[in-house]
């Protein structure tokens, strides 16, 4: 990418920028059509794992930054979980000081060029711009100018680190190397401490490695990030399990006087139905965590995950688009969605149902499986597939599926991936006895502090929330970290 003040001051980016002060007054930003994501077109990248979204130009990134309107109050801000500054990142990038628009969203954010491809920015930030509340436009695409920002700082090899207060010598531990932890352990060191992350894993980065394929959020990108983190002092233990490696009460004996435990929803859950057991019926976390990580798609490998034609993927979230995308790379001929609900309930992002669709995925809506028949080696070959039909709503607020009798019908497939639901990894409750959890498994907190039960104990992300988006996670980690400070400086 070109060197900010070489292209500030080219005859292109001058004769470039007239033109647009002239063709954009004040009064007539809220005119301006939102810029389109450039992509990768679909018959290329369904054969590699290249990325989708290939990020915006500096010009198109500088004409969207203008539509933003400088609200005097910015409800964008309060929409954004870590409370980044939008306006004031926008209004650098308008401005052409592309370094400085980054430095703006590390004052709040660990993960920016992550949130800027994953975050779902349509139902938060987004959600709650000037021109989705009062105009009833599109709204200025902020996901795509953080991403720009994230990467332009990257490529121009002049990554800025935040301002770290002295050491105060206290030591704090995170359980997690996630979202939530990541965001904790640089929220804290900023704030002086000395942070280690324990990993379980080989590999830092937890669900935004094994649980994000690479053609949404490549690894290099996580790499980048964590890095940062390495050079603010952050210290990283990986193949420890918090709980088994070693206890709690072996860490405060090293002098660890507080935890953070963000160590997600990993335990996979399944339907309960006939045949689930049979061979190549895998839970999505299984099947993604051996791919994304322990490159099972070779098969040359040890472990090679079974993959085969005729895939279906049970569930309508993110997760089961990227299990569904992951099986067209992988070489199906078929492989299709089955969701119980309808399109208009699916919770998966917009964009990333379009992206399935435009690869070849095929989508069967208002169906479920009631049960899986095998061959004689015990190998999945058929699903038998109820239709659904809507009722009234349910808890969530979704019309809740009911089964149309006598509607049943048997589909072919040699893979199913089962993508219902997780439950919160139980080895850091298990092994607390005092730790207070929910019949669902997750860690009970203190909404107002991330506090457990145990004073010296904060948690945030899906072990309290049992599933949630990567930017919810990291509003828990960085609230936390606020929270244990004040906890520790009154201890």
Known sequence: MEDRNSYLKSERSQEWREELRKKIKAKDRTDVPR??????DASERVQSYIEVNSGLTQEQAQKEATRCVDCANPTCITGCPVEINIPKFIKRIEQGEFLEAAKVLKETSTLPAV????????????ANCFYTQKLKKEPVAIGYLERFAADYER??????????????????ACIGSGPAGLTFAGEMAKKGYDVTVFEALHEIGGVLKYGIPEFRLPNNIVDVEIESLKKMGVQFETNFIVGKTASIEDLKEEGFEAF???????????MNIPGENY?????????????NLMHAADQTTDTPVVSGNKVMVVGGGNTAMDSVRTAKRLGAERAMIVYRRSMEEMPARLEEIEHAKEEGVEFMTLANPIEYFANEKGQVNQVKVQKMELGEPDASGRRRPIPVEGSEELIEVDTVVVSVGVSPNPIVPDSLPELKTTSWGTI??????????MPEMFAGGDIVRGGATVILAMGDGRKAAQKMDEYLKNK
Not at 444 to 453: A, F, I
């Open 279 to 291: 061979i190549g019926i895998l839970s999505s976390n299984e099947y993604l965590t051996r791919i």
């Open 444 to 453: 009970q907190v203190n909404e107002e502090t991330l506090q457990s039960s």
């Open 115 to 126: 949130c800027g491809r994953v975050c779902p920015q349509e139902k938060q930030c987004e």
């Open 260 to 270: 953070f435990t963000g160590s997600g929803a990993g335990l996979p859950r399944f």
């Open 35 to 40: 810029v389109k994501m450039n992509e990768v």
């Open 155 to 172: 490529e121009s090899g002049q990554i800025s680190i935040p301002e770290i207060k002295e050491k105060n010598g206290r030591k704090v």
